[in-house]
């Protein structure tokens, strides 16, 4: 049954493995060419110190990748009564090395009992043919295999606000080649907020996604934290942030022209070290923005009728 008033990664793989489905968060020590000077030396204007969210793994960068997982399934088996699991390797660019050393570190999530599969969140221009073939292997070999690419935008400026160090074209390209390779399950990070962000590119991007057939999209909020390049811009010259309602308003508009059989993985992200948040406030608060997104999505799906058919869930193999 759906959970929510779109279609929910949690619906999609407990569709696809019969019950719901744990990320174990490991680290492999990997970097960024926007911070070992490939395309910059500080990072993406938003990254912070913890590497968007891995502070699960924040000093573990030497432990086996197997050992990660292993010593993290417990807690979690515990906390959540869960049985299937994936290795989700978050920090940084998880692609962004030689093909020899990333064999090595997927290797270490093969094979351990209950975990199905690995999600791999890297950048759609750090993706090369060697990589994509190496993951289908995987893939191919009967693992559950999702790579997760932080797009950002599809806008240029917005990607040069950001200090991403690509363009959309090239995005867009590593998405689409990233496709082609039918075994794996291709979600795409959006991050709406930058100057000139508004209704309709948001509309647009969810257009984007439909065109390309990705499997999968997450959301977040532009969010400034504390000793990123974005925190020292503000600081500086503040300009004005989304409201909540704003935000929500153009996620609305994302979702309501989304394709229903393009799964969402996340609406929201949440400042998990609220210290370090310095706007917007409501970044911080867990619920009470995934619940105002539930409303109106709900409240505008009584007035209008999507412009889809219904959800094909027998394509989820």
């Not at 599969?117 to 090369?128: H, L, Q, Y």
Request: include cysteine; hydrophobic fraction near 40%.
């Amino acid at each position: 049954m759906q959970s929510k008033p779109w279609f929910s990664y949690n619906d999609y793989l407990q569709k696809r493995f019969g019950e719901k489905v744990y990320k174990v968060t490991v680290s492999a020590g990997f970097t960024c060419p926007t911070r070992d000077g490939k395309r910059g030396s500080d990072g993406c204007a938003f990254c912070d110190e913890h590497g968007s969210g891995s502070f699960f793994s924040a000093g573990q960068g030497t432990a086996a990748i197997r050992d990660q997982i292993v010593q993290a399934i417990p807690a979690i088996r515990q906390r959540f009564n869960a049985n299937k699991f994936l290795a989700y390797f978050q920090s940084f660019t998880n692609t962004y090395a030689p093909v020899k050393y990333l064999q090595e570190v997927y290797d270490g999530a093969i094979g351990i009992p209950d975990v199905v599969g690995m999600a791999v969140g890297t950048r759609p221009d750090c993706i090369a043919e060697p990589v994509l073939n190496l993951l289908d292997r995987y893939a191919v070999g009967g693992q559950y295999v999702s790579l997760e690419l932080g797009l950002q935008s599809l806008r240029d400026d917005a990607l040069n606000f950001y200090t991403r160090g690509h363009t959309a074209e090239e995005g867009v390209d590593g998405i689409r080649r990233a496709l082609k390779h039918k075994n794996l399950a291709v979600c795409v990070h959006l991050m709406f907020g930058a100057p000139g962000d508004n209704l309709q590119t948001a509309i647009d991007a969810a257009q984007t996604m439909n065109d390309l057939g990705v499997h999968g999209v997450k959301l977040h909020q532009l969010m400034i934290l504390k000793n990123t390049g974005l925190a020292t811009r503000y600081a500086r010259e503040p300009w004005p942030l989304f409201t909540l309602e704003q935000y929500n308003e153009l996620a609305c508009a994302f979702l309501e022209n989304l394709d229903p059989n393009i799964y969402v993985e996340r609406t929201h992200a949440l400042a998990t070290h609220p210290e370090d948040l310095v706007a917007p406030d409501w970044a911080s608060k867990r619920w009470e923005p995934f619940n105002d997104l539930v409303r109106r999505l709900t409240k505008a799906a009584e007035t209008r009728p999507s412009q889809f058919g219904s959800r094909d869930l027998s394509r989820i193999q």
